[in-house]
């Protein structure tokens, strides 16, 4: 399906951070990733605060004249689906994670870029899109 | 299945109308009804104006501040429910949800801005204008104003009004369209939870009735009107005759230029919002495209290529840029021009009549519509149709876009594309318009600027919001003293 207007792009947005929100909400409850536990709830928490930055820029950062079609943009590359029912071991858990975060910062790299007629909401964009930086240099550690 | 019907609000209370009559209230994408509106009377309009006068007094001695306070609350409750406004609003007038939002945030906006009070309702002082006499101007609100709304932005219009005039401290009374009241109703319940004094703001539904209730009660002091200029002049007229204020916002002809060193690549998006956003249905939509020179046979065939891309649906749906018209009523008037455009000769290269959208075969939708070769004198290009239908009419120069867009019936809004800074300044010198876009297709001032055109798109002298606002719902009251 395609992005083409500012609100498709902040509400797949949302939508990968609640699918962010699921994987890290099951996999700090799963008590075979214990020792992961601290990692994936503070991963949950970041989450939810770019949920809340991703709605406040939705609501905030619309300009109603210059609210302009946008073009070659689709949901399809992002649509893959990481379940992280289906990781067995610490290391497939973290694999899961990086694959998520990945395809969640390429999203936010590329909306910026499609969205720049509307600056505060490609910086926000951008923004967001370090935080999933900083997880997977976290992951990367590990 | 019964349809909702709307109520009235007045002194804190959601009221029946006292009516026989009532109009039904559509779902433009579908074309099917969603609610009933009453269409009030004079004596529901008298009971509004009854508990916003008694309102008055102690609301005009409640501190600015305290009244910013209220203000403030309506902020966070609106962000809360912003989503739902927005919703609402595009579920009844059909425009894209993004738009949706874009009115919702520029209705809170001017909440923002009018919660400035302080500073923007001071007054002024001078000591020693003779000797030992100082002189003081004292703006002073006046008591009960009202506001008759259009359509077309359902959620943002009263609001370049009612939140100055409330926080200056009068008291206040909406109108919304009969269209669509479904916005404003939902905007009242949400007003009601941050508990503002009953009879401070009401609200009343309605048609004809109700607009010459407002006109002739003795007990309003000013009305604000946005809508067709017939309407506006009919406004003004009335409310001269029964000595209120007024500011009558009106119609629209809006003329878009396209110099020859215009960036097109660039430009083209914000082009094609113009025209096409809100189905055309804004008193700032570009109508009249005007390429200038050489640049024209490129320009209209980039621009076609654009508006066929453009998505048509119903508004709730997140690929939709543009949606339908408001009415079926409207979708005939806008059918009605483009038979005319045919009828004069106008050249037509995009029609966007019997145009289908999937799945929403009642819906009120008029596709993308493209006239070339249309000339000044031609229907099309004098009158407003509040569609999305595009009028092209190519100029030589300079001169001959200025010479247009002075001799519509209108001056709205005009607006250049061009990349020098000379003929942008010629141009905004010249033109008559009152709102000027340079590069932009929608020259829609924010809330902290003035909003409202000149010749037969304005009645009045004061334009909605900006800082003129406090003059439109004040009086400055001049005291001069001496003590012996």
């Not at chain 2, 113009?274 to 008193?283: E, K, N, T």
Request: aromatic residues 10%; contains cysteine.
């Amino acid at each position: 399906m395609p992005l083409i207007s500012f609100g498709s792009i902040l509400s797949f947005a949302e939508a990968l951070e609640k699918q962010d929100e699921a994987f890290y909400a099951a996999a700090a409850a799963n008590p075979a990733f214990a020792e992961l536990k601290d990692l994936f709830d503070q991963f949950l928490k970041d989450t939810r605060k770019n949920i809340k930055n991703v709605q406040r820029t939705r609501r905030e950062n619309v300009t109603e004249m210059i609210l302009e079609p946008i073009k070659d943009f689709t949901r399809a590359p992002f649509c893959e689906e990481i379940d992280p029912a289906k990781a067995k071991t610490s290391a497939e858990i973290l694999d899961a994670a990086r694959c998520l975060e990945k395809k969640t910062e390429r999203y936010y790299t590329e909306a910026s870029v499609k969205i720049k007629a509307l600056s505060e909401v490609s910086r926000a964009l951008k923004m967001i899109g370090k935080k999933h930086t900083a997880h997977l240099k976290k992951l990367d550690t590990l | 299945m019964s349809l909702p019907m709307m109520k009235n609000y007045i002194n804190g209370d959601w009221v029946d109308s006292n009516t026989a009559t009532f109009g039904d209230v559509w779902n433009p994408a579908k074309g099917e009804k969603i609610a009933q509106v009453p269409y009030g009377t004079k004596e529901d309009v008298d009971a509004a104006v009854k508990a916003a006068k008694e309102a008055y007094w102690e609301w005009r001695t409640t501190p600015p501040l305290s009244r910013a306070r209220y203000l403030f609350r309506l902020k966070d409750a609106f962000e809360e429910n912003f989503e739902e406004i927005a919703e609402v609003l595009t579920t009844e007038q059909g425009k894209a949800i993004d738009e949706s939002r874009g009115e919702v945030r520029r209705m809170i906006e001017n909440v923002e801005h009018a919660t400035g009070v302080t500073t923007l309702m001071c007054g002024y002082t001078l000591e020693d204008i003779a000797k030992d006499i100082d002189c003081y101007g004292h703006r002073q609100p006046m008591g009960v104003f009202a506001a008759i709304v259009p359509y077309n932005f359902p959620a943002m219009v009263a609001w370049w009004f009612l939140p100055y005039a409330l926080v200056s401290g009068n008291t206040y009374i909406v109108k919304p369209s009969e269209q669509v009241p479904m916005t404003q109703t939902k905007i009242f319940e949400i007003m009601e939870e941050i508990g503002l004094p009953e009879g401070v703001v009401n609200m009343v539904h309605g048609a004809h009735d109700v607009v010459n209730g407002l006109l002739d009660h003795p007990d309003i002091e000013g009305i604000s009107f946005v809508g067709a200029s017939p309407t506006a002049k009919y406004i003004y007229q009335q409310c001269c005759a029964t000595g209120k204020r007024v500011q009558a916002l009106g119609g629209a002809k809006n003329i878009v230029a396209i110099m020859p060193d215009a960036d097109i690549e660039q430009g083209m998006p914000s082009l094609t919002t113009s025209f096409f956003g809100c189905a055309g249905q804004r008193c700032l939509s570009g109508s009249v495209l005007v390429p200038v020179g050489d640049v024209a046979d490129e320009l209209v065939e980039k621009f076609v290529a654009a508006s066929k891309d453009i998505k048509v649906g119903n508004g709730l749906d997140e690929q939709t840029f543009m949606g339908p018209v408001i009415s079926a009523a409207h979708k005939q008037r806008v059918l009605d021009y483009i038979e005319k455009g045919v009828q004069e000769g106008a050249k037509l290269v995009l029609d966007g009549r019997d145009f289908k959208v999937e799945g929403y075969p009642e819906g009120f939708f008029v596709g993308p519509t493209i006239f070339d070769n249309v000339t000044p004198d031609m229907t099309i290009a004098s009158e407003e149709i509040f569609g999305p239908v595009v009028s092209i009419v190519r100029a030589k120069n300079l001169d001959e876009v200025i010479s247009l867009v002075n001799t519509r019936n209108y001056a709205n809004a005009s607006c250049i594309y061009t990349s020098s800074g000379a003929t942008a300044r010629e141009f905004k010198y010249r033109v008559k318009p009152s709102m000027v876009g340079i590069n932009i297709g929608i020259a829609a001032p924010m809330s902290f600027f003035p909003f409202g055109g000149a010749g037969n798109s304005m009645f009045g002298d004061t334009k909605g919001h900006g800082q003129e606002i406090f003059n439109f719902f004040t009086d400055t009251k001049v005291v001069i003293e001496r003590w012996f």
